[in-house]
């Protein structure tokens, strides 16, 4: 598997603005420079509306950077405040969490933030990459060729012209959304589907999950292992510790 780019690492922190802001605690004006000089953002937020307004839009600060423990320069895309919670934006959900960390860090002292434990309790990932694998995702789902086959014959059928052999364009993976827990509906689900402008052969797809961007990859290059296996080897892959035959007659008897 080859990553041609990580598009998005998002982190959702839910908490209350006052909890992070406390009323008469911070003046604004005075404390967006200071935003801006540590930060090094190319776009302000827009105080020229009410502020009970700018909240619920979110105040959004665009195209940042900071300097991680490495000394090294990591690009924010966004900070946005809204009225119940924080999103941080960059291109892995690593250099976000570092992001967070600078900014309770920095913060309290320079711009009178207050950092409460109840930011750190609950928290949401998005993940977005694009990869390509080396093969198509079709050989995760063998058993629907033959239903490829027939909708691509009903296709031609239908319509009285020739088309191309028939792909799986999606491969969506979610939770019974009825029956979970309120504060996980806005998880995204982990969707991997074909890339635009691209042709099937490529096998280029843009993958999204609710997860950190490492547990993301991590799953991305087990598919990949499960892609490029043949069958036996899959079963072991998916199953640790899984002997085929060949191991089992040379397993010794007790």
Not at 6 to 29: C, H, K, Q, V
Not at 62 to 82: A, C, I, P, Q, S
Not at 227 to 245: E, F, Q, Y
């Amino acid at each position: 598997m080859k990553i041609i780019s990580r598009r998005t690492g998002r982190i959702l922190l839910f908490m209350n603005a006052d909890e992070l802001i406390p009323a008469g605690s911070i003046y604004i004006p005075d404390a967006l420079p200071l935003l801006m000089e540590r930060y090094s953002f190319s776009l302000p937020p827009n105080l020229s509306t009410p502020w009970n307004q700018v909240l619920e839009q979110g105040l959004k600060f665009e195209l940042g950077k900071f300097k991680g423990r490495d000394n090294k320069d990591n690009l924010v895309e966004d900070l946005t405040v809204y009225n119940n919670g924080i999103v941080v934006t960059a291109e892995s959900t690593d250099i976000a969490q570092a992001f967070i960390d600078d900014l309770f860090e920095w913060g309290p002292e320079a711009i009178g933030l207050r950092v409460a434990k109840s930011a750190f309790a609950f928290r949401a990932f998005l993940s977005e990459i694009v990869v390509e694998f080396s093969s198509s995702v079709d050989g995760a789902v063998t058993q629907l060729t033959t239903l490829l086959d027939k909708f691509r014959s009903s296709l031609v059928r239908n319509y009285e012209a020739e088309f191309p052999a028939i792909s799986v364009a999606a491969l969506k993976l979610d939770y019974e959304r009825a029956i979970a827990p309120l504060a996980f509906q806005s998880l995204a689900v982990f969707n991997i589907e074909r890339r635009l402008n691209h042709r099937f052969a490529e096998n280029v797809y843009l993958c999204q999950a609710p997860l950190p961007t490492a547990d993301h990859i991590e799953i991305l290059e087990q598919l990949e292992i499960l892609l490029t296996a043949d069958m036996t080897d899959a079963v072991r892959i998916a199953k640790p510790g899984t002997l085929n035959r060949s191991q089992r007659r040379k397993r010794p008897r007790p």
